[in-house]
């Protein structure tokens, strides 16, 4: 069969590429086209129509500034997918796109499979309309998703979550071999994860940077994002002594850390994941939060609190995000009671994702969806 695969982020290309060798492990005659990255690249071993990095396009002044390009990137996608024929259109997250293909692969009569769905529960609620016009098969990610689109009866299937996935399957660096690579001393570590964005790099590095002198028995390490190069981050560690920034190894990281302060979004799941305690933050400049306030609409900020359905890990956001309250609450999940529940939550959150493997889960459905079909 042929499936045609959009993939919008670097995220994208990695979820999209294991469903493609899910897929391949059902369908021996399984064929694709796609809009991707590297990793697609490498399970296809031929390259995307359209790489990711020509789409990734975040906020109105970044959408503005490339208009042009996401127009023509939205016809050649059209265009391709007519000449192409595929057996069913899958979209992978990236939804201001996304859904636009999803309106016009509906329309010409293509079956139409969004994996990973929206984040319709925080923000933009009013696309539902849109998923359930043009959408035949939706598969979630998270477990309370079901509810959600339940509640605009809409039918949701949840298939596992792929974080899960790329954590049980990492196998890494012992403790030894990454000591040693990166000449680490013997202190327990704190992980710093600030993000992947310069925006996030700005707001939270600094105040996460602030509380190091407090903690001399830790050793802090920031992760470094593909996106930056070491200058990015001198910028900041100039004024310390000591503080590595290791890139591509951000899970040796996290499996090695003994406590972990990290930027909210997916990296707060991997870290829960790794059984790291931690304390979320974000910040960004006050006039987004102010109207952030009033779009969002989600009892918690952080992954592991909405999965959980409760406070399980301390969310840090802008003005609470501050040196004192940083260092009071690094403290409190370093050693003592609030370390231990928090490690015991984490338990209950992995049963609560599940352990069968998302991808090969979702491929199941896709290709017993277009067979029935």
């Known amino acids: 069969m042929k ?11 990695l979820h999209a590429a294991n ?5 391949k492990q059902l369908d021996n005659k399984a064929e694709f086209q796609y809009l991707g990255g590297d990793l697609m690249n490498k ?3 031929r390259p995307p129509m359209i790489h990711y990095k020509q789409m990734a396009f975040m906020g109105v002044v970044d959408v503005i500034k490339n208009i042009r390009t996401i127009y023509h990137n939205l016809q050649q996608t059209k265009k391709a997918i007519l000449s192409y024929k595929p057996d069913t259109v899958i979209l992978v997250d990236y939804p ?11 329309k010409k009569g293509y079956k139409t499979v969004y994996y990973i769905a929206p984040k319709l529960w925080a923000w933009k609620e009013g696309r539902v309309k849109k998923i359930k016009k043009y959408i035949d098969k939706l598969l979630v990610i998270l477990p309370f998703e079901i509810a959600f689109y339940n509640k605009h009866k809409i039918r949701a299937e949840y298939v596992g979550n792929p974080v899960v996935d790329a954590v049980q399957n990492h196998k890494g660096l012992s403790r030894n071999e990454f000591f040693e690579k990166f000449r680490l001393d013997n202190r327990p570590v704190i992980a710093l994860l600030p993000g992947s964005r310069r925006q996030e790099l700005k707001m939270m590095l600094p ?3 602030a509380i190091v002198n407090d903690f001399p028995e830790y050793q802090f390490i920031i992760s470094g994002a593909p996106s930056f190069n070491e200058s990015d981050y001198q910028d900041y560690t100039k004024y ?3 503080i590595p920034v290791i890139s591509g190894h951000t899970y040796d990281l996290l499996r090695h850390s003994h406590s972990a302060i990290v930027t909210s979004g997916t990296a707060a799941l991997e870290t829960a994941l790794f059984k790291v305690p931690q304390v979320v933050v974000y910040k960004t400049h006050q006039w987004q939060y102010e109207i952030g306030k009033h ?19 301390t969310e840090l956001l802008q003005n609470n995000f501050n040196r004192a309250v940083l260092k009071a609450e690094l403290q409190q999940i370093n050693q003592g009671d609030k370390r231990r ?9 992995e049963n609560l994702l599940g352990k069968e493997p998302a991808s090969e889960k979702a491929a199941k459905s896709i290709v017993n969806f277009i067979k029935k079909t």
């Open 341 to 349: 529940q928090i490690l015991a939550d984490y338990r209950v959150l």
């Open 207 to 209: 105040t996460m940077l």
């Open 240 to 242: 310390y002594t000591d």
């Open 96 to 106: 201001g796109f996304n859904l636009k293909i999803a309106a016009f692969a509906k």
């Open 43 to 45: 399970v296809t071993k």
């Open 3 to 13: 499936y045609f695969i959009i993939a919008g982020e670097a995220s994208g290309d």
């Open 295 to 313: 779009l969002v609409k989600i009892p918690y900020f952080s992954l592991p609190n909405l999965i959980m359905q409760r406070l399980i890990v």
């Open 19 to 23: 469903l493609m060798k899910a897929i």
